[in-house]
């Protein structure tokens, strides 16, 4: 009770952070490059990327062909759909991480790649 208490309290605050956050300008979050295996989303055009820690990415794009790297291990590079909004539901998560809640929590965000490169043609390690 106590920590749903607690963690109600941290959303809280985090939605009234939100509107600082996204002014604050920090545009540092919006370009990532990531390395992991991509797979068929259920959309037309959807793709998934896991990552090695588990975290996962939605991956569109209309300049770059994801689908012929579809079971291959890659890394792709682009911008982060709703950057300010992403940031601030990772620090939440970061912030239940340390007061104990919530530790398996890993990352997941939409992500527009602009470039993506092969590093196995299979997902297997």
Known sequence: MKNKLLLSMVAASTLLMVPAIA?????????RTLTGCLTKAEGVHEYKLTTENGATWELHSKTVRLSPHRGHTVTVTGK???ADLHGAKEKVKDEMKEHGMDKDSTEHGHL?????????DSCKK
Do not use: Y
Request: aromatic share 0%; glycine share 4%; net charge positive.
């Open 23 to 31: 002014s604050s300008g920090d545009k540092s979050a919006e370009v």
């Open 80 to 82: 982060v759909r709703t």
């Open 112 to 120: 527009k790649v602009t470039n993506i490169s092969m590093v196995s």
